[in-house]
């Protein structure tokens, strides 16, 4: 069972970053690869990309360590939550528990989760998710919920980079990172942050009504961890 940290007052997500888990930018460059050149790193390992050939920022491992930044998301446990479909809060295996369907709960952008749409956020628990609306900075403000039958590998967001020059593109207006699909050619040269899922089968739902058909109680705050 995936340990679970509190830190004033708040359940820490197993997605979050802690203050010990330092990004490091290591120096990039054209190499000729299967398939044509793309960006690598100078002193590239088999560890810094994934089973699809995307590229990775490195990030320290070090949950527990430190304080916990919850407005941050590790990179490597933001992947497998996705790949895997564990809860991005308590870090359990959705798929053990609803295998025909997993809960997504996404920041409200004035329109229900829609079929087709990607995102970032993996799935989660119905009590994690009851915590997440409430602890959450950006889903406090609204969110929205729904049942996704087939939530499928898709892409990367992250950072595109010139094949030219080797600098970095900058991604979409009002966006920080730019979602590339695996099947895009740009995804070459890609240096990824966050893995990126497509939801089919998608039907929105209420979290009240699922509370309610549950029979779960409201979450309440937990002391924290010595």
């Not at 802690?18 to 120096?27: A, G, H, I, Y």
């Not at 690869?33 to 100078?42: E, F, I, M, S």
């Not at 929105?204 to 699922?210: F, H, I, K, R």
């Amino acid at each position: 069972m995936t340990r679970q940290f509190t830190q004033n007052g708040l359940t820490v997500p197993y997605i979050a970053a802690w203050s010990s888990e330092k990004t490091v930018s290591p120096l990039v460059e054209r190499r000729e690869a299967k398939g044509g050149p793309c960006l690598a790193y100078r002193d590239e390992s088999p560890y810094d990309r994934d089973m699809w050939g995307a590229l990775w920022i490195r990030q320290a491992i070090g949950r527990g360590k430190g304080r916990a930044n919850f407005a941050a998301v590790h990179a490597l446990r933001q992947r497998q939550a996705m790949i895997r479909l564990l809860c991005q809060v308590c870090g359990t295996d959705i798929l053990a528990q609803s295998p025909e369907r997993q809960l997504f709960v996404l920041k409200d952008t004035g329109q229900p989760v829609t079929e087709g749409e990607t995102t970032t956020a993996p799935p989660l628990c119905l009590p994690c998710a009851l915590v997440s609306v409430r602890d959450c900075p950006h889903l406090r403000t609204g969110h929205v919920a729904a049942w996704v039958g087939r939530p499928q590998v898709w892409g990367v967001a992250g950072v595109v980079y010139d094949p030219t020059t080797l600098r970095p593109v900058s991604p979409p207006a009002n966006r920080p990172t730019a979602e590339i699909a695996y099947d895009d050619p740009a995804i070459r040269w890609t240096l990824a942050a966050r893995h990126v899922n497509v939801l089919h089968d998608v039907t929105p739902v209420q979290l009240s009504d699922l509370v309610a058909e549950a029979g779960q109680p409201a979450p309440g705050r937990t002391a924290d961890h010595p």
